[in-house]
């Protein structure tokens, strides 16, 4: 068999989005030839996109193949942003064939080179024996600490007749969980003690946030989300005070600087969530890798998910007092999180992808009043024009739910081809553009620090168009009573709503101060 079929069917991945190139031919035909779910996506960012999108909501990881040089380099955006958020995904690039490597052949570039900063690890897969290696590798992808995997795969390599055998299976590394009993006793000792515990769930506890509520929730221990934890944990327990950090929820950043103990599981406490400041307390840091707060007073390496279950197994205490206080989240007289509310309470959607910008700064402050599901929000890379082709990759995920995208003017411009696959796949997403006609986020801050605003502007009126130039139904809302409209309209539907520039949630001075 091909070699290209021979990782195929090695690897352990429900679905490949694609953008065909000459290189990865023998990649692309060995999906077909072996029934593999495939989804052609015309343009490698939005194929990207769409994959790390499947990957956050099915927790499993998806496959991006592309081609060569040009379509590999349109890769790297997509794959840095699934990088920073620890989402694993496969990346293979069908590449130039080994003997054409360093030779300045049409479309080749050093890929290694490019993708090794940006992914967890990379192969070159210059020979049969690679093949078994890179499937190792694209096991660790699903491994916390999760991330993308990069697969070099020159064409000559994809056409060799290879044999199966040998290749592993399910190899994925277990660190040990030796030398773990002494601080799981301790964290044991210290929670039992405290009178204010508090557990604060980060990106790096996903796996484990489950087990973490059901723990949480017998014990009647407050749980606290970073933005990214809360973001992919869900449903949240009953005893979730919100997320911390500059946009936090007010009840989770003061029971960040009020608890006595806390708990920081997979979360890195970076200024993002302790913006606010953390409180006296005793201070347990469980990491699997990357550094530790200078303020953890124990430091834990071990993956939260082994660490948890122990945990629930030394823990002696009983129900604690839930000492928390819950306050009020504001209410603001704005256009767009008065629209994005409404949005989320009437469109049926019940998961949401977020973009970057204006919009989605609302967004998160429309979020902290009673949203229950999954939300994706390139949060680590803060990547502008993620939302819609990562809803698409939600959307097929799980296609029982239905997904809405949030997005501005300047998010939803760069994503053409993403929009066609909406339309030709008939997903039933809901994609909500805000148009200000220009870089929002960016012209405020510019305004706020330099008295000026250039070249920001993007006077784009033409969503309507876009929307029947690829088939999508189009709804202009300027608030509830379009809104209500939606209903009787068919999905996939591109909403527009026109807002002002002006209209930013209020950032307080700490977020992104002039250097
Ligand atoms: C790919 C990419 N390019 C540029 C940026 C810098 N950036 C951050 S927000 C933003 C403006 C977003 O504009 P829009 O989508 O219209 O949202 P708005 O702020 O206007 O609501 C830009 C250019 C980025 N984060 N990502
Ligand atoms: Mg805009």
Not at 76 to 95: K, N, Q, S, Y
Not at 167 to 178: I, Q, V
Not at 416 to 442: D, I, Q, R, W
Request: net charge neutral; charged share 25%.
């Amino acid at each position: 068999m091909m070699g290209a079929e021979a990782l195929i069917r090695g690897l352990r991945v429900d679905a490949y989005f694609t953008v065909p190139g000459r290189f990865a031919i023998p990649l692309n035909v060995s999906l077909k030839r072996l029934g593999a779910r495939r989804i052609m996506i015309p343009d490698e960012r939005c194929a990207g996109h769409a994959a790390d999108g499947y990957a956050r909501v099915s927790g499993r990881p998806a496959g991006l193949v592309v081609s060569a040089g040009p379509g590999a380099l349109n890769a790297t955006l997509p794959v840095a942003t699934a990088f920073r958020d620890h989402v694993p995904m496969v990346v293979i690039a069908g590449d130039v064939p080994t003997r054409s490597r360093g030779s300045l052949a049409v479309e080749e570039v050093d890929l290694m080179k490019v993708f090794g900063p940006i992914c967890k690890g990379s192969v070159y897969v210059d020979c049969e024996e690679e093949i078994a290696k890179a499937l190792g590798a694209a096991e660790e992808s699903a491994q916390a600490p999760k991330g993308p995997v990069f697969l070099d795969f020159p064409l000559d390599v994809q056409e060799k007749d290879v044999e199966l055998g040998g290749l592993p299976k399910g190899r994925g590394s277990r660190r040990s969980t030796e030398g773990l009993e002494k601080e799981v006793e301790e964290v044991a000792r210290l929670l039992e003690a405290s009178k204010r515990p508090l557990i604060l769930v980060g990106n790096g506890c996903v796996d484990a946030h489950e087990a973490v509520a059901e723990f949480a929730e017998r014990y009647n221990i407050p749980v606290a989300y970073t933005l990214m934890g809360w973001c992919a944990a869900w449903p949240k327990p009953s005893v979730s005070v919100g997320f911390c950090g500059i946009r936090g929820f007010r009840t989770a950043n003061s029971a960040l600087q009020e608890c006595d103990f806390l708990l920081a599981l997979g979360a890195r406490l970076s200024e993002a969530t302790t913006a606010y400041g953390v409180g006296e307390g005793f201070v347990a840091q469980v990491l699997v890798e990357g550094p530790f707060s200078e303020r953890a007073a124990l430091r834990v390496r071990s993956k939260c998910e082994d660490f948890v279950k122990a945990l629930r197994k030394s823990y002696r205490g009983g129900r604690k007092d839930f000492w928390v206080v819950r306050e009020e989240e504001p209410l603001y007289d704005s256009k767009t999180f008065k629209v994005i509310r409404e949005l989320m309470a009437l469109s049926r959607c019940s998961v949401i992808a977020l973009d970057m910008g204006q919009s989605t700064m609302w967004a998160i402050e429309a979020l902290k009043h009673g949203w229950r599901g999954p939300v994706l929000y390139p949060g680590g890379l803060a990547t502008m024009g993620f939302s819609i082709p990562a809803a698409i990759g939600a959307q097929l995920a799980r296609p029982e739910r239905r997904v809405l995208s949030i997005t501005g003017d300047g998010g939803a411009i760069m994503n053409l081809p993403a929009l066609h696959a909406v339309s030709t796949m008939k997903l039933p997403m809901v994609v909500a553009v805000f148009n200000n006609e220009s870089y929002g986020m960016v012209r405020s801050k510019q305004l706020r620090d330099y008295g000026l605003a250039s070249d920001v502007e993007l006077g784009f009126k033409g969503f309507q168009k876009v929307a029947e130039a690829v088939g999508m139904r189009y709804l202009k809302v300027d608030g509830e009573e379009e809104l209500r409209r939606l209903s009787l309209v068919e999905v996939p539907v591109l909403i527009e709503v026109e807002v002002e520039v002006d209209d930013a949630p209020p950032t307080p001075k700490k977020l992104f101060p002039k250097s």
